[in-house]
């Protein structure tokens, strides 16, 4: 024996604004983390200012733009005739460029732990912001290829449903049916 099919609305838009609520959570989230990193990564920067001489050679993280936004980039400062100069690093690695000649010897272990937390840092910025960058790309490779589709699917939905109209013999669309049961709401 069959049993009979449940028939139910399919979600609305309000039905689905919790995945809009779910998003915009995590998203505060992680932006509350990152602005905990870059405001440890602005600390570091200061005692690494505090602690290393104005020398060339002196390790600063300053804050440069890449796609729009402003990154945290570990730099080593050098002094020419021309004035001083930032030349960006990786971070990775960035405590084996501490200087322990001379006037950088007295702090190089305080100076070089400090570069130790500020690459620690940069790799746990770059991690939280990882699922942001990935969703970005994939929703919109998915949006512009859902749009083709579902574009393609209702034409032919309504074309379907125009024949089986003829078929049957039934006058008027649902659009109209669909109108008149609204205002009767």
Same mark, same amino acid.
């Given at each position: ?16 604004? @919790? ?11 992680i ?41 945290? @980039? ?8 021309a ?27 305080q ?7 500020? @690459?620690?840092?940069l ?50 669309? @649902? ?11």
């Open positions: 024996m069959l049993k009979p099919i449940e028939t139910r609305t399919p979600p609305t838009i309000e039905h689905l604004s @919790t995945l809009s609520e779910d998003a915009s959570c995590i998203a505060g989230k932006a509350a983390e990152v602005a905990q990193i870059d405001s440890a990564l602005t600390a570091l920067d200061e005692l690494l200012n505090l602690l290393q001489p104005p020398h060339t050679g002196k390790i600063r993280i300053e804050w440069w733009e890449r796609n729009g936004r402003c990154m945290p @980039t570990p730099v080593i400062c050098s002094h020419s005739k004035g001083w100069r930032a030349v960006r690093v990786p971070g990775k690695g960035l405590s084996r460029r501490v200087k322990s000649a001379r006037a950088f010897n007295d702090n190089y272990k100076v070089k732990a400090i570069c130790q937390n500020v @690459t620690t840092l790799k746990m910025r770059e991690q939280a912001l990882a699922p942001i960058a990935m969703f970005q790309r994939t929703t919109a490779g998915t949006l512009n290829t859902n749009a083709v589709c579902l574009t393609m699917t209702c034409t032919g939905i309504d074309l379907a449903m125009g024949f089986a109209r003829q078929q049957f013999g039934m006058e008027g669309s @649902t659009e109209d049916s669909d109108e008149d049961a609204l205002q009767d709401e």
